[in-house]
């Protein structure tokens, strides 16, 4: 059976569920279900938080118009995100959610577990994230909130995470990258290769620093140990003394006045780029290509001691049921599908089935996004604009070569408010 008509099927299913269930509430023939069986599948709108940089408006009306039901995005930004996850879930039914905030919501009676087998797409997706492993079966770094310890629930209950797969996920990997330092080429003066040049004095005043105790403080980290200055045992979990050190170097190094700025949002860190007010600094993939697109070169810089990787999951709220719980499957399904894959491709970002986002890309799209190839073609981002002349290959080649050089992971640490005391100390100094 084509996806296709998979898809039909199933949404012909819901229908008849939902009109022969209704009818037969209406006539008592049947009590006690949930009113939400009485709907039409027309009637249901599911309502998905998310990100600025995955809640795209064409996703959502690409969702509505093939599934038969409403998606409607609502974008936040991740701090505030997290807020509404952890105070009005009840106003959304799924997230995207980031991997470290599975530490903050696991166990608070947020989620609901989503059973394995209700997801069609394993076998697709990177078993980086399915099975902590590479496609040739090497390990990958367990530093910091490495994807594959939180992906699986013990039980259904979802209250604790398992040590190894189960039938029960507490959310499903969408969306990933490996990030790094973006530059200004035409400003920084000289070659950058390590995450030490963040804080090096050949760049002071002109460096920017990513305000988050989650994701800034490893880029502190890896240009720390990169700058010789501490060796960690484990980056992404750091000890109390290790916490007291890197803060203490970090106060004296900003008050030598390195950093120009603390960012916290997307168009902040696009701002200090594009402005050259800042040459080197902590920045997203998709900041780098909205430099890209104002006509000023900007490089998503490679660096030897290798990437900060960091996911995106789709997360099921614990309040939806009936009908609307059928629906979020079919979405979760669709979503992982390959349409989203390729329009965040279009953005930097990877799908965590990156061969279901291949069929809705061009050859020279693949080519650029994923192979790490010259590109063929102009490539032009979601909304159309120019982001590659012809020609250009992507910054840190292949996806293969980027994921496969992740040193650490975005974290929530053991000494989580103990390190977010001294973080706030650190950057109100």
């Known amino acids: 059976m084509t996806r296709q008509k998979s898809l039909k099927t199933r949404r012909s299913m819901l229908k008849l569920a939902g009109t022969a269930i209704g009818g037969a509430i209406g006539s008592g023939a049947i009590g006690g279900f949930p009113m939400i069986w009485a709907q ?11 990100p600025p940089v ?6 959502a009306a690409q969702a509505s118009k093939e599934l038969g039901f409403t998606v409607q995005m609502q974008a936040a930004e991740n701090a505030d995100l997290l807020n509404r996850l952890l105070s009005q879930s009840s106003a959304m039914d799924c997230c995207d959610i980031t991997i470290v905030y599975l530490k903050y919501l696991v166990g608070r009676s947020v989620l609901q577990t989503i059973p394995v087998g209700k997801f069609k797409w394993w076998d697709q997706t990177y078993p980086l994230f399915s099975k902590g492993t590479y496609p040739d079966g090497q390990e990958a770094s367990k530093q910091g909130v490495a994807p594959y310890t939180i992906l699986y629930a013990a039980d259904q209950s979802g209250n604790k995470f398992a040590e190894e797969p189960t039938d029960w996920a507490n959310i499903i990997p969408t969306i990933t990258n490996a990030d790094t330092l973006g530059i200004r080429p035409d400003l920084v003066g000289r070659p950058v290769t390590s995450w030490a040049d963040l804080i090096s004095p050949d760049f002071k005043g002109r460096a920017a620093l990513q305000d988050s105790p989650t994701t ?13 200055h501490i060796k960690y045992a484990n980056k992404g979990n750091m000890t109390r003394p290790e916490i007291d050190k890197t803060i203490a170097t970090m106060m004296d190094i900003k008050q030598s006045g390195q950093f120009r700025s603390f960012w916290s949002t997307f168009d902040q860190s696009v701002n200090l780029m594009a402005s050259g007010e800042v040459v080197i600094q902590s920045m997203w993939s998709p900041a780098v290509t909205a430099v890209r ?9 490679p660096l030897k001691e290798g990437y900060r990787g960091w996911g995106y999951t789709m997360g099921a709220m614990k309040h939806v049921s009936g009908l609307k719980l059928d629906c979020f499957y079919e979405y979760l399904n669709w979503y992982c599908a390959g349409f989203p894959g390729a329009v965040v491709a279009r953005e930097g970002y990877y799908s965590t089935q990156p061969e279901n986002a291949r069929k809705f890309l061009t050859p020279a799209e693949w080519d650029y ?3 790490g190839k010259p590109a063929q073609t102009d490539i032009v981002d979601p909304f159309g604009k ?13 996806f293969d070569q980027r994921m496969g050089h992740i040193a650490v992971w975005n974290s929530v640490m053991d000494q989580d408010r103990y390190l977010t005391r001294k973080w706030n100390e650190f950057i109100t100094s």
């Not at 599948?41 to 938080?49: F, G, N, P, Q």
């Open 216 to 228: 800034g403080v490893i880029d502190v980290a890896m240009a720390m140990e990169a700058g010789g």
């Open 54 to 59: 995955t809640t795209i408006p064409s996703i």
């Open 369 to 371: 996004w994923y192979g």
């Open 40 to 50: 039409n599948i027309k009637d249901v709108v599911l309502r998905h938080a998310g």
């Open 293 to 301: 697109t104002r006509g000023i070169p900007c490089v998503f810089q």
């Open 386 to 398: 120019l982001v590659e002349k012809a020609g250009r290959s992507r910054d840190g080649g292949s």
